[in-house]
């Protein structure tokens, strides 16, 4: 979180930013590192909360035209927040935009992604990915199969970095808590946004480091499995006639 704390701080520019920091009744030093940071809000949870609903309680304090959904393992580079809201501020039809997702040695996160299908979801599950790199079917719903250095329209991005705006939280509303602990929570925002009729983008401009695990966050063994599955359950029942 500290590098994540840092970033922002070199990040503001002319920017007047509301900087939020949710402690999910943390047992460290969280608290103590973001109240040391001048402009940090520091809202204390007394019991652990979900990711949708730390978001929310910090949503709902929020004043600026734009909210950034940021997690606190991401770097952002100088002129990511900047160059977001410039985006934003131009193509006005856009109602959630993110960046480009690196790992830490630069290579690509596929952060920006087709609606997830059964079919796509069991393959994965499976590791048919890592087994057929070029499925098509899995190629498809991951959008591994174009440049990410050009723009385009998707159907969700990860809540890692996810940029949306006013408008569209005061038409649609605030993530589903149904979805906490965590997952799918950023995709079923995405659908309820596009429903609306607004636009998904990617922007490749701005890029932020996010040092995800994916192996372990996916592993058949991991306590989170269930909670993975409940998800993704709930999700295609919440959806079941919203077509593919």
Known sequence: MRECLDSV???KDDLNIEHFVVDNASN??????????????VIRNIVKAGFASNNNIALKQTRGRYVLLLNPDTVVDRDSLSGMVRYMDDNPEIGVSSCK????DGSIQYNARMFPTPLAVILRWAGYDRLFP???????????????DSERDVDWIMGAFMMVRREVIDEIGLLDESFDPLYYEDIDWCRRIKKAGWRIRYVPYVRV?????????RSFFNRMTYVHLKNILRYFWKHRSSGR
């Open 209 to 217: 480091v996010h040092k995800y695990d994916r192996e372990s966050a």
């Open 28 to 41: 460290d030093d969280t608290i103590q590192v973001a109240e040391n940071r001048d402009g940090v809000i």
């Open 101 to 104: 997702l690196v790992n830490p």
């Open 9 to 11: 701080a070199g990040a």
């Open 134 to 148: 070029r499925s098509k079917r899995l190629t498809r719903y991951l959008m591994s199969n174009w440049d990410h």
